[in-house]
């Protein structure tokens, strides 16, 4: 989320995505984790897509775009075999903010599950 108190943050707003989406820059989202914790990743997304990103592209910045940005594209960032099997499956869309996770899944192996 947005942290205006931080200097260099003082001209970025959600529609900023959209901005470097159609300038053709690779971006990808990020949280400043412990300061906005990693777990508000996807609320992040989603405020990009409300503000004009475009929703495939949003799920891009949070998965296959930061793969690629660290040049770990060939482990990590989409679901492909050979690479690591970290998955979240939730009960609904993952950027509609009542959705909750069902499963994750880390390097294969299931590490929660909520059942109904």
């Known amino acids: 989320l947005v942290n205006r108190a931080k200097v260099e943050m003082k001209e970025v ?4 995505a959209s901005a470097l989406a159609q300038a053709g820059v690779n971006f990808a989202f ?12 996807r609320v992040c997304a989603a ?13 891009q910045a949070i998965t296959t775009s930061p793969a ?11 679901v492909r075999q050979g690479k690591r099997a970290d998955l979240v499956i939730f009960d609904g869309h ?9 499963l994750a ?10 059942r109904e």
């Open 47 to 59: 405020l990009a897509v409300r503000e004009g990103l475009d929703e495939d592209m949003a799920l």
């Open 13 to 16: 707003s959600f529609k900023t």
């Open 30 to 41: 990020i949280t400043d984790h412990p300061v906005i914790p990693v777990e508000h990743l």
């Open 94 to 102: 993952p950027f509609d903010f009542r959705s909750r996770v069902v």
């Open 68 to 78: 690629r940005l660290l040049g770990v594209e060939d482990e990590l960032g989409s």
């Open 105 to 114: 899944m880390v390097d294969g192996k299931i590490w929660g599950n909520r």
